[in-house]
């Protein structure tokens, strides 16, 4: 078997095990715009949040 498939297959079942088992709801959205315009998030500069129940593969 030819490693990029067998780099494919670790990344595909890796992104499985990291997926909830839910879908996302617009209250999970709007909890994080409310942290952010909150005093609480005053120290956070130039971040990216994703909010995408670990969908996204990130090193």
Same mark, same amino acid.
């Given at each position: 078997?030819?490693?990029?498939?067998?780099?494919? !297959?670790?990344? !595909?079942?890796? #992104?499985?095990?990291?997926? !909830?088992?839910?879908?996302?709801? @617009?209250?999970?959205?709007?909890?994080?715009?409310?942290?952010?315009? @909150?005093?609480? @998030?005053?120290?956070?500069?130039?971040? #990216? +949040? !994703? +909010?995408?129940? @670990?969908? #996204?593969? #990130?090193?």
């Amino acid at each position: 078997m030819q490693l990029s498939l067998v780099l494919v !297959r670790l990344w !595909r079942s890796a #992104t499985l095990l990291r997926l !909830r088992d839910r879908l996302g709801q @617009s209250k999970n959205i709007a909890a994080m715009v409310c942290f952010t315009a @909150s005093p609480l @998030s005053d120290f956070m500069t130039g971040t #990216t +949040i !994703r +909010i995408d129940g @670990s969908a #996204t593969p #990130t090193v």
